[in-house]
């Protein structure tokens, strides 16, 4: 069975062959307007349209060979792929080495797992893993299974290892069992657990609005945005957090902006309480950081999000733009309103439904 990753890799491409041969079709119902593409069959009428039917015929034969080949290949290098290209497996846990864990926060630490020298992790973007502990037992005497997800923050081509970022909360089973792991223990994981596919260009514009961790699904879509030339899409994310010691990849985003030059980190100017944001042709992506607790000379935003931030921060409502959330509880039910108990997404609601935005323009990790 071809894995989750292959298959969702090959969408984007398959349908685009797809899209060519049903132009295709489209343009040889034109040239031939009574030939049947399905059945192959000549048109009724004169010998010249006879031809054209043929001709017409052979070249969506060969149309269709053409992306049959493709299917076929495809097939033989996912079937490849289950042989060990991927580290990761949607449908089996597997343990991981830990390497190291360096702090990033006070509570929050980077913690670096080991892959085989030429393998890959395995995910698509955007996409998590499960993690897998057990931790103490029931009282039937099972042992008590943790499970939870996490969105690795490393780049999903880097080989020989991949990065997760894990907040230490007090009443976080699963975090404190990380915090407890030391280099060479192993966890084990699976997936990867397929999110939102993204491909370059998919969107004019993207808002992005993540509180704590929630940065991390954040963090790999705009990495996968800034690394490929092609891809025009302008970002703007706007990051909520206690305080500035608790922003996350803080230096890894400021980093971004020096290293781009179509990248800007914004602020609030703290006298006057003005957001600063620069034209839109001046920047690709636009951050702006939002604490609860500013310290005396804190540049950014402080309290909650407000409408006016999202106004000024987001792009506007429109089928061409995608919003992104992902945060706490309490984020989440403010800005777009929570995920369904199931998962799925749920109704829109909070400030993105006064707002204007449908359902369709936000996307909820």
Known sequence: MPTLVSRICFESKFSGFMALALRSRSALRKAAPAFSFHSGAEAA??????????????????????????????????????????????????KFRLLEAKPVTHNTRRYRFALDDDAQLGLNVASCLLTKAAMGTKKDGKPNVIIRPYTP?????????????????????????????????????????????????????????????????????????????????????????????????????????????????????????????????????????VVDKPTRYWGGGSGFITKDILVKGLPPPSDGNLIMVCGPPGLMNHISGDKAPDKSQGQLTGLLKSMGYTEDQVYKF
């Open 45 to 94: 009428g004169s010998g010249a349209d006879r031809r054209t039917g043929a001709a017409a015929a052979a070249t969506g034969a060969a149309i269709l060979a053409a992306v049959a080949t493709i299917y076929s290949t495809w097939k033989s290098e996912t079937a490849r792929s289950d042989a060990g290209d991927f580290a990761l497996d949607p449908n089996e846990w597997r």
């Open 153 to 289: 923050i490393s780049d999903p081509d880097v080989r020989g290892h991949f990065d997760l970022l894990v907040k230490t909360y007090p009443q976080g089973k699963m975090s404190k069992y990380f915090a407890a792991l030391r280099p060479g223990d192993t966890l084990e994981m699976k997936g990867p657990i397929p999110k939102l596919p993204y491909s370059a260009n998919m969107k004019e514009r993207i808002g992005m609005i993540a509180g704590g961790t929630g940065i991390t699904p954040m963090f790999q879509v705009l990495n996968e945005i800034l690394k490929n030339p092609e891809d025009k899409t302008q970002v703007s994310l706007i990051y909520a957090n206690l305080t500035p010691d608790d922003i996350l990849l803080k230096n890894e985003l400021d980093k971004l902006a020096e290293k781009h030059p179509n990248f800007k980190v914004l602020f609030e100017d703290y006298q006057t309480s003005t957001l600063v944001f620069p034209r839109k042709t001046d920047a690709c992506l636009q951050v702006f950081y």
